[in-house]
């Protein structure tokens, strides 16, 4: 299964968190795990909204948004049978 | 009586303010935190005799502190040490909401779960064992239904108990892998020397997590330095020997933590096709529908506002007529019977005739708040907010505003980045609040007619226009900067009931009538005895005080037109904007509507329109500038800024209306 960064989900495609980017800015690590994005964690990727961005993840049974330049950070494997 | 003090916690949008209304019904009591101007509520439930005290913290995912708001509730637990905590728990979101759960046993406070919105629970096809998921976090767990007010005795009776220490607490201890228990012991030792009050192995955990206002806080004790580069050193250790930040090792053995307890006690009866929530959403959040609806629930606000208030405010309106007539047929002494008639009647109760406006407004904005709209809102916009050099959140803020430029102010401190919290700060006294509504209404009607709403609303688009360009101005001037995250939770759209909308509506239109009733009254008094003095002036006439101070200002304001009553008001507006309407009519009487109809052009008054929206911002809201910004700087900036912009913008709409009519 390919590795894709969590803003490459196109509608309704899931994916399971892999890992953060190196780059990750601290701050938005703090923020990610507390928001519960953590490694094993199945993300499914909603919607985007007007001009792409934000976009709309379903994630432990809530729906969270997240910028695209945020999303980026997020390494993620996607998970067949969507859509 | 003994006094038991109750912290409220939880993640936001988990019927926190809901529960907290039931546990301490309309009785409360708004202040702010010591040092910000988050507003601090708090409430009082006499209970088996005791008076249980209830703090309510600002909701929070965990004990992080990245925003004012967690830091606010993080310090008060660790500092303030309330009696017990009560964390309230979206029983429908157990997985997340454990998550601060957890953090919160591990600082060791006695912990009451109010697992929340059962009813929400079974009709997703959610079971808990209840009883069970309390022994296995070894903290009481009371269910509650906040709407209905089910759980709430139950969870006072409780809070009692624990005060009393009748209940032992076993409370769960996640065990983190070997490395960081290690690493935990260690340190947790060396704090020990140096703190008594603090769970040495919750602080060893913050410090093992890199929290930066944890190292501020120890690295400014004595031997905390040393602590400090202690936990670096393990820090290094666990990254290289697990190949991981123990940030996310820690987090994940909660996660982990939970979701194994999860599986022991709860467990899914079925699960729902479709999320209502969701279903919502595929229209609200529309890539395109999304903004015209936005801009069409915006304008129904408006109408709202108006229309639905305009019979409330005109017989509010005939009252004051009516009892200013008989008053003014009373046979008493004349400077009294001038103080009621011009003073009280004509001052006051012009401000006064707007209160159904204002109350309309947060009636309005309390719906949309309790709903969960606004923070699609803030996803709808976010993109088109930050070509402007704001944050999503604006949104909420600015709309806020439209209500009341302090609270507006406040509610920028959900947004992380500090360049971004401060431009939403500085450009919100450009969004014309409701104090401002009544100054504008009044001047729309008495000038434009059929056209008044028309001048009216196109004083809401410049407002929001002009805050805009100057966000970009400051953006791209003062405070570039790091853009702060927007990950944020779309809670799931609630039907909040009434007694929430309107304990929301009432907190909030009471600091209003509050304010009508201190400084508004005391601003009539004042511009009162400035109109009656120096004796045998002409009241409110160009040799009266208030006539003096007028035509020393009214040079300035000459360009625009403006005569010496409306500059002396417009001066005295700058304690809150609706004295200008009350100072007018206490300078000019009771008809002083028809009397500034004669004494400038609609060119003139469509300019003066302008001028009260941009010009200064009340008194009040500086001084929550000052405090929010914790600098004298901005606030000046604030002050001039406004006042320049005022002058020309002012000027120019008058030439402008001019050619055109």
């Known amino acids: ?83 | 009586m003994k006094e038991i003090v109750v912290a409220v916690i939880g993640n936001p949008n988990v019927g926190k303010s809901t529960l907290f209304n039931e546990l301490t019904g309309a009785k409360q009591y708004i202040g702010n935190w010591p040092g910000v101007t988050v507003e601090k509520k708090e409430g009082e439930k006499i209970f088996g005799g005791y008076k249980i005290r209830f703090v309510d913290l600002p909701g929070t995912y965990g004990l992080g502190a990245s925003s004012i708001d967690e830091r606010i509730a993080r310090d008060y637990i660790i500092f303030e040490k309330p009696d017990v905590v009560v964390d309230i728990v979206d029983a429908s979101n157990l997985d997340r909401n454990l998550y601060l759960a957890l953090e919160l046993i591990e600082t060791g406070t006695r912990v009451v779960i109010a697992l929340n919105m059962m009813d929400i629970a079974e009709s997703k096809g959610i079971s808990i064992d209840v009883d069970a998921l309390s022994r296995e976090l070894g903290v009481p767990i009371v269910p509650t239904v906040a709407t209905k007010g089910e759980g709430v005795e139950e969870l006072c009776s409780i809070i009692v108990q624990v005060a009393e220490g009748k209940i032992s607490y076993r409370p769960l201890k996640v065990k983190y892998p070997d490395t960081i228990e290690e690493a935990i012991m260690e340190i947790s030792g060396l704090l020990s020397r140096i703190t008594e009050d603090i769970n040495t192995r919750w602080l060893a955990i913050k410090l093992l997590m890199q929290d930066k206002e944890v190292i501020r806080y120890l690295e400014d004790m004595e031997n905390g330095k040393k602590i400090v580069s202690v936990a670096r050193n393990y820090v290094e250790k666990i990254r290289s020997e697990l190949g991981e930040d123990p940030l996310f090792i820690i987090a994940e053995a909660r996660y982990g933590k939970i979701s194994e307890i999860l599986q022991r006690t709860v467990s899914r009866v079925y699960v729902e096709a479709v999320d209502i929530s969701d279903l919502f959403d595929r229209v609200l959040t529309h890539r395109f529908l999304g903004l015209p609806i936005f801009f069409a629930i915006l304008w129904s606000v408006f109408l709202f506002t108006f229309n639905v208030a305009a019979p409330i405010v005109d017989g509010i309106d005939l009252l004051f007529g009516w009892m200013g007539e008989v008053i003014g047929s009373w046979d008493i002494n004349p400077p009294l019977k001038s103080f009621l008639v011009d003073g009280v009647i004509s001052g006051f109760g012009s401000v006064l005739v707007f209160v159904p406006n204002i109350f309309f407004l947060f009636l309005a904005m309390s719906i949309l708040e309790d709903v969960g709209y606004m923070s699609r809102a803030a996803f709808n916009l976010d993109r088109i907010m930050r070509k402007f050099g704001l944050h999503g959140k604006s949104i909420i803020s600015m709309i806020l505003g439209f209500g009341c430029n302090i609270l507006a102010i406040m509610s920028a401190r959900t947004i992380e980045s500090e360049e971004d919290r401060l431009t939403t700060v500085l450009v919100n006294p450009l969004i014309p609040c409701s104090a401002r509504l009544p100054v504008l209404i009044m001047i729309a009607s008495i000038f434009f007619g059929r056209y008044a709403p028309l001048a009216l609303f196109s004083m809401y688009v410049l407002g929001i226009f002009l805050a805009l360009f100057m966000a970009i101005l400051i953006k791209k001037i003062i405070l570039r900067g790091v853009v702060s995250p927007f990950v944020m939770e779309l809670p799931p759209y609630r039907l909040p009931s009434t007694k929430t909308i309107t304990i929301h509506m009432w907190n909030r239109g009471s600091k209003f009538l509050r304010k009508a009733g201190i400084i508004i009254f005391s601003a009539t008094i004042i511009i009162w005895a400035l109109a009656t003095f120096p004796h045998g002036a002409e009241f409110g006439g160009p040799d009266s005080y208030i006539g003096m101070l007028g035509r020393f200002i009214e040079p300035i304001l000459r360009p625009l037109g403006y005569n010496w009553q409306i500059a002396v008001a417009l001066f005295f507006g700058f304690i809150a904007k609706e004295v200008f309407i009350d100072a007018l009519g206490v300078i000019m009487g009771g008809d002083y509507e028809a009397k500034l109809g004669a004494m400038l052009s609609p060119a003139q008054a469509y300019g003066l329109m302008v001028f009260v929206l941009v010009y200064v911002p009340c008194l009040a809201t500086l001084a929550t500038i000052k405090s929010e910004t914790g600098s004298w700087r901005w606030t000046i900036f604030v002050l001039l800024y406004e006042l320049i912009l005022a002058f020309i913008l002012a000027f120019v709409f008058t030439q402008l209306v001019g050619v055109i009519i």
């Open chain 1, 1 to 83: 299964m390919p590795v894709l960064r969590l803003d490459e989900l196109g509608d309704g495609e899931s994916a399971e968190i892999i890992g953060y980017d190196d780059r990750t800015p601290p701050n938005l690590k703090m923020r990610f795990v507390s928001m519960g994005l953590t490694r094993g964690v199945v993300v499914e990727m909603v919607r985007r909204s007007v001009l792409g961005d934000p976009i709309e993840f379903r994630v432990r049974g809530y729906f969270v948004s997240l910028r695209k330049s945020e999303a980026r950070y997020i390494k993620v494997r996607k998970l067949g049978g969507a859509k």
